[in-house]
């Protein structure tokens, strides 16, 4: 019994594990939402792409390439 337990908590930390890095990206991208307070500023993403931030067609703060 405290083997299933054991095998159950490690399984439970590997997929806690798995799904923070799946998600962790926090960097700017392309058609991604952006905060209120950054509309009009500018920035680049991993690739290297001018990203702005600009209010789409419902008024969302969204980056959009340059």
């Given at each position: 019994m405290r083997t299933l337990a054991a095998a159950?908590?490690?399984?439970l930390l590997a997929?806690?594990?798995f799904?923070?890095?799946r998600s962790s990206s926090k960097n700017p991208r392309a058609?991604?939402?952006c905060a209120k307070s950054a509309v009009g500023?500018?920035?680049?993403d991993s690739k290297g792409n001018a990203?702005?931030?600009k209010a789409d067609k419902?008024?969302?703060a969204r980056w959009t390439k340059k």
């Open positions: 159950l908590a490690l399984s997929a806690s594990a799904a923070r890095n058609g991604g939402y500023t500018t920035t680049t990203l702005e931030c419902r008024g969302r």
